[in-house]
């Protein structure tokens, strides 16, 4: 190799994640709208006041203890991040709320290209009514 970037398929060096929901309040209007479940993920989402100040699309994630120890919920958790990473810039809409939970022993052994169908699905569900 000559020292040179490569260019080819590799994830930019900035991360294309929406913003974090991390107030309560946030997930429980979350959990009073919109929501789809698939076999990998329940998928909430809500529609933002135009009087709230954030823009763009935010999104938040859960695993209760019925999908396992710490470290099954963890694992659970971090591919429902990348999967949002990867599916939400495209499929997700600006100015709604997406709360991504994890289901107890599917979310953590699920295949990640499922997965990510679950997501595009139940996006493309919520978005239609």
């Known amino acids: 190799m000559d020292g040179t970037a490569r260019q080819g398929n590799n994830p930019p060096a900035v991360s294309v994640?929406?913003?974090?929901?991390?107030?309560?309040a946030d997930f429980l209007l979350?959990?009073?709208?919109?929501?789809?479940?698939?076999k990998?993920?329940?998928?909430?989402?809500?529609?933002?006041?135009?009087?709230e100040p954030a823009r763009g699309?935010?999104?938040g994630f859960t695993c209760s203890?019925?999908?396992?120890?710490?470290?099954?919920?963890?694992?659970?958790?971090?591919?429902?991040r990348e999967v949002a990473r990867l599916i939400?810039?495209?499929y997700g809409q600006a100015g709604w709320d997406y709360v991504l939970i994890g289901r107890a022993e599917v979310t953590a052994t699920r295949p990640?290209?499922?997965?990510?169908g679950d997501l595009i699905y139940a996006l493309k569900k919520l978005h239609q009514t």
Do not use: H, I, W, Y
């Open 30 to 38: 979350a959990a009073r709208a919109r929501r789809q479940g698939t």
């Open 112 to 116: 990640f290209p499922d997965l990510q």
């Open 40 to 51: 990998g993920m329940m998928v909430q989402a809500r529609k933002r006041s135009p009087d």
């Open 17 to 24: 994640c929406p913003e974090v929901l991390e107030k309560r």
């Open 57 to 59: 699309t935010r999104v």
């Open 65 to 80: 203890k019925k999908v396992g120890n710490a470290v099954a919920r963890n694992r659970a958790k971090r591919r429902l």
């Open 88 to 90: 939400l810039p495209e």
